[in-house]
T-cell receptor, first 116, second 114 residues
Framework: AQTVTQSQPEMSVQEAETVTLSCTYDTSESDYYLFWYKQPPSRQMILVIRQEAYKQQNATENRFSVNFQKAAKSFSLKISDSQLGDAAMYFCAYRGSGGSNYKLTFGKGTLLTVNP | ETGVTQTPRHLVMGMTNKKSLKCEQHLGHNAMYWYKQSAKKPLELMFV???????ENNSVPSRFSPECPNSSHLFLHLHTLQPEDSALYLC?????????????FGPGTRLLVL
């Protein structure tokens, strides 16, 4: 079974600084999908970024980028120029490939605090 | 907003009550999901529906009963719950259950069972 580990229960960053959230996963599959979701307090969980394992290039979405290390099974999220609105719980998630392998496996989350 | 709505947003119920959670998506998706989010635990997938057909029941107790009358609506009927069932219940949808489709989440219903 796949597992997703987020080793940092909490992180903090100063506004305008850069922070990196860690995620590792365990799988025997060679093709899969990885996601970072953001869940602000009392608000909806939204997709931040996704990465297809077959792509070597790291995904980027504005201030958010990932460092995908397939051999190390690592998928970290970097937030540049942090803003107060980035404060949220961040979840790393894994989804297998092949057929209807639709089950998302989530990590326990990292609570990010942004200090003004 | 992600296009997935859930009602009610908060619910308090006794162990003998019967209540229902509702999820509606306005995205034209065909797959819908129920997740349970408990404190300090990863999200747990409960049920999956694809084109109104249940495709997964992740060993969920029978006191939780899902219903999917059409691809836009998903219900979770609750009956004789236990205090440990208190959690945030999240609904999600995706275009299909194919692996490349991103799931979009609703705001959740925060349930407290007394």
């Amino acid at each position: 079974a796949q597992t997703v580990t987020q080793s940092q229960p909490e992180m903090s960053v100063q506004e305008a600084e850069t922070v990196t959230l860690s995620c590792t996963y365990d799988t025997s599959e060679s093709d899969y999908y990885l996601f970072w979701y953001k869940q602000p307090p009392s608000r909806q969980m939204i997709l931040v970024i996704r990465q297809e394992a077959y792509k070597q290039q790291n995904a980027t979405e504005n201030r958010f980028s990932v460092n995908f290390q397939k051999a190390a099974k690592s998928f970290s999220l970097k937030i540049s120029d942090s803003q107060l609105g980035d404060a949220a719980m961040y979840f790393c998630a894994y989804r297998g490939s092949g057929g209807s392998n639709y089950k998302l496996t989530f990590g326990k989350g990292t609570l990010l605090t942004v200090n003004p | 907003e992600t296009g997935v709505t859930q009602t009610p947003r908060h619910l308090v119920m006794g162990m003998t009550n019967k209540k229902s959670l509702k999820c509606e998506q306005h995205l034209g998706h065909n797959a819908m999901y129920w997740y349970k989010q408990s404190a300090k635990k990863p999200l747990e997938l409960m049920f999956v529906y694809n084109f109104k057909e249940q495709t997964e029941n992740n060993s969920v107790p029978s006191r939780f009963s899902p219903e999917c009358p059409n691809s836009s609506h998903l219900f979770l009927h609750l009956h004789t719950l236990q205090p440990e069932d208190s959690a945030l219940y999240l609904c999600a949808s995706s275009l299909s259950v194919l692996d490349q489709e991103t799931q979009y989440f609703g705001p959740g219903t925060r349930l407290l069972v007394l």
